[in-house]
């Protein structure tokens, strides 16, 4: 019977440690697909960081544009209000500029005046013809007096529409550059978010992996711990043997009925030993 026994523990201890080893093996798929779904996790959170940071630059920057607009359309009202004062001086002095094409400008009628007097002091010109022209030279000089001069205002009319000018088109460029700001931002959330449910995924199949090789790595350490306890049991059957070849009387009630089993040729059974070893 001990032989019986040797060799039936010789098999189950050869099941028992084909069952730690695959038991191992797959304890190391669990921890390499532990390590995956720990690396995806990380990644995951630093990818929600960052798609919160860029939710935060996007409402910032729309924030800034829907301010900037304000500001905008105060700067391109401005413009319009200036341009049609630019404007409006612009045909004044047009028609200024018709009137005066007709009109000698008043240096050049004192030019004249001057010039006349001379002749006459010269005795260059009689004193009627004098007394004419000079008559004439007066009432233009006195028409070129009173014609308004609106050039004096122009410049400074010119720099205000410039200014506003250059207001209204950085305002525009602000507006653009919140607004592209923002639109990247966004762009960059929607990646992310790509990304995001991409890992997830992932992450999903990790975790997987992870339970399905631990399910199987459990039912191996059961088949070897339940090895174990065979020959356990094994061991406490021939201990029971030999002591029966000393004191017949001694032996248990199991341990007697197992032992006719093997010795009738029949295999026992796993049920069998760990009813043995339970009760042992």
């Known amino acids: 019977m001990?032989?019986?026994?040797?060799?039936?523990?010789?098999?189950?201890?050869?099941?028992?440690?084909?069952?730690?080893?695959?038991?191992?093996?797959?304890?190391?798929?669990?921890?390499?697909?532990?390590?995956?779904?720990r690396g995806?996790?990380?990644?995951?959170?630093?990818?929600?960081?960052?798609?919160?940071?860029?939710q935060t630059i996007r409402d910032i920057e729309n924030q800034k544009v829907r301010a900037l607009k304000d500001t905008r359309t105060q700067r391109v009202e401005e413009y319009k209000a200036i341009k049609e004062e630019y404007v409006t001086l612009r045909?004044?002095?047009?028609?200024?500029?018709?009137?005066?094409?007709?009109?000698?400008s008043a240096r050049s009628v004192r030019e004249e005046i001057n010039e006349l007097e001379m002749k006459?002091?010269?005795?260059?010109i009689t004193e009627k013809k004098f007394n004419e022209r000079a008559v004439e030279l007066r009432r233009q000089l006195k028409e070129a007096s009173s014609t308004p001069d609106v050039s004096s205002d122009f410049p400074e009319l010119q720099a205000r529409l410039n200014d506003a000018k250059t207001a209204e088109e950085e305002a525009h460029a602000a507006v653009d550059t919140a607004a592209s700001t923002a639109q990247a931002a966004h762009e960059l959330m929607q990646e992310i978010r790509k990304e995001v449910n991409g890992?997830?995924?992932?992450?999903?199949e990790a975790h997987r992996k992870v339970e399905g090789f631990r399910r199987i790595a459990d039912n191996h350490h059961r088949r070897?711990?339940?090895?174990?306890?065979?020959?356990q049991s094994i061991d406490g059957i021939m201990n029971t043997s030999a002591e029966d070849n000393t004191n017949d009387g001694s032996a248990s009630v199991e341990a007697r009925d197992l032992m006719d089993l093997l010795m009738s040729g029949e295999t026992l059974g796993l049920d069998d030993l760990m009813a043995f070893q339970r009760n042992n």
């Open 120 to 124: 006459f002091m010269q005795g260059r």
């Open 224 to 231: 070897f711990v339940v090895g174990m306890r065979v020959m």
């Open 2 to 37: 001990k032989e019986t026994l040797g060799k039936m523990k010789g098999v189950i201890e050869k099941k028992t440690h084909s069952a730690r080893e695959e038991r191992n093996r797959q304890n190391e798929h669990v921890k390499s697909w532990i390590e995956t779904r």
């Open 91 to 104: 045909n004044s002095r047009g028609e200024v500029e018709q009137n005066r094409r007709k009109t000698r």
């Open 40 to 54: 995806v996790q990380t990644t995951l959170r630093q990818l929600m960081d960052e798609v919160d940071r860029q």
């Open 199 to 204: 890992l997830r995924e992932k992450h999903t």
